[in-house]
């Protein structure tokens, strides 16, 4: 077991030194300026996105994830946030035509600089990981699929919310206030 948690440590790691976040303070600026806030992905990503929604909303920014049945209509003063690893999944890709059309800012983390949804994000932040369309290149990760990227993603995130945290002078304590008591 140790070997194997070293292992998973180790290719995170990797990846996030190797992540190009040279837009990280317009990216955050976004954030905290956005009137509403919607998160999307598919697939065990979309579980992570699910949980960084709900960190935004213990920060006191007004958050939902695409699917749920309380998503408010958007305008030109919120944005849609986007993780996929491929950038190509034909779902997220029609959601960003969506929100595009309509002129909702769209923001991504993909791990593809090629990808469809980067072209119609007006910022993004590119994880330095593969994706299922890697299939030909060459694998860094010995996990299956795209775990890699959706635990660097995670972890980017959660690093992410650190950094929310200081520009709205937040605290754990201050954070609980908001958290959920009918848990």
Same mark, same amino acid.
């Not at 040279?22 to 317009?26: A, F, M, R, W, Y």
């Not at 660097?152 to 200081?166: C, E, G, K, Q, R």
């Given at each position: ?12 790691? %990797? ?6 976040f040279?837009? &990280? @303070? !317009?990216f955050?600026?976004?954030? #905290? $300026?956005?009137? +509403? ?7 065990r ?5 699910? %949980? ?8 006191? &920014? @007004? !958050?939902?994830?695409?699917?749920? #049945? $309380?998503?408010? +209509? ?23 035509? &969506? ?48 775990t ?36």
């Open positions: 077991m140790h070997d194997h948690y070293k292992l998973v440590l180790k290719e995170i790691e %990797s990846v996030l030194e190797k992540s190009d040279t837009q &990280i @303070d !317009s955050t600026s976004t954030i #905290i $300026n956005s009137k +509403k806030i919607v998160v999307f992905g598919a697939g990503v979309g579980f992570v996105m699910k %949980s960084f929604g709900m960190r935004l909303n213990h920060l006191d &920014i @007004d !958050s939902y994830f695409l699917g749920d #049945i $309380n998503v408010p +209509k958007l305008g030109s003063d919120d944005l849609l946030l986007i993780g996929s690893g491929s950038g190509n999944t034909s779902s997220i890709v029609n959601i960003v035509e &969506i929100a595009t059309k309509n002129k909702i800012k769209v923001m991504c983390i993909t791990a593809n600089r090629e990808s469809r949804i980067l072209k119609h994000s007006s910022n993004y932040i590119l994880l330095n990981c593969q994706t299922k369309e890697s299939l030909g290149e060459q694998k860094f990760s010995k996990q299956p699929m795209t890699l990227f959706e635990q660097s993603l995670l972890i980017f995130l959660d690093s992410l919310v650190l950094i929310l945290m200081a520009l709205k002078n937040e605290t754990n304590e201050s954070m609980l206030e908001r958290h959920n008591i009918l848990e």
